[in-house]
């Protein structure tokens, strides 16, 4: 299903390529347990609307510490990946050269220009917490014969809820 999938897109109601399924009605009901379902990590298919059959959520089952939100969701997963990939494949291009020929600052330099196309591609996401960059606390020391990059990144993640908060009152004259 990831296969292709744009970074941070999740399978949140796309269609199951299934006919059909089966299970034991008594123990699960896809209207009535969704929300226990959910709570509990798990990944099911409802029938959707217009007809076939969709997931219900993009969940993993993964729900160890804190750090679940990320690695919960496949499609932030996927992001982060990509993030770290491009930041790993990029700081590379060092990889070979004497220590005394570059510099932390030069890494950093590089890095910054990594992380502006990251946000552009919409892996990393502006808040306010970041400077509006997607990026913060990015740092680099060159330990030896070792470049150690860290930054805290600001990840994309799909829309999966719509919670509303409605408010109704009685008409007055």
Do not use: C, H
Request: net charge negative; hydrophobic share 45%.
């Amino acid at each position: 299903m990831k296969a292709a999938a744009v970074v941070g897109l999740p399978n949140t109601f796309k269609l199951a390529n299934i006919n059909g399924f089966s299970m034991d009605s008594s123990d699960f009901d896809p209207v009535t347990d969704a929300d226990d379902a959910i709570q509990s990590n798990l990944v099911f298919v409802e029938r959707a609307p217009g007809g076939g059959f969709r997931f219900v959520l993009d969940n993993s089952t993964y729900a160890l510490d804190e750090n679940a939100w990320v690695f919960n969701r496949p499609s932030v997963l996927y992001a982060a990946d990509t993030a770290a990939f491009s930041i790993r494949l990029n700081t590379e291009t060092f990889i070979g050269k004497r220590n005394s020929d570059l510099s932390a600052e030069s890494v950093k330099n590089l890095l910054v220009s990594v992380l502006d196309g990251l946000r552009t591609s919409g892996i990393i996401v502006p808040d306010v917490a970041s400077g509006g960059k997607g990026y913060k606390d990015l740092a680099v020391t060159i330990e030896g014969s070792v470049i150690k990059p860290s930054v805290t990144l600001v990840l994309v993640e799909g829309t999966e809820f719509v919670l509303n908060d409605i408010t109704v009152q009685r008409a007055s004259a």
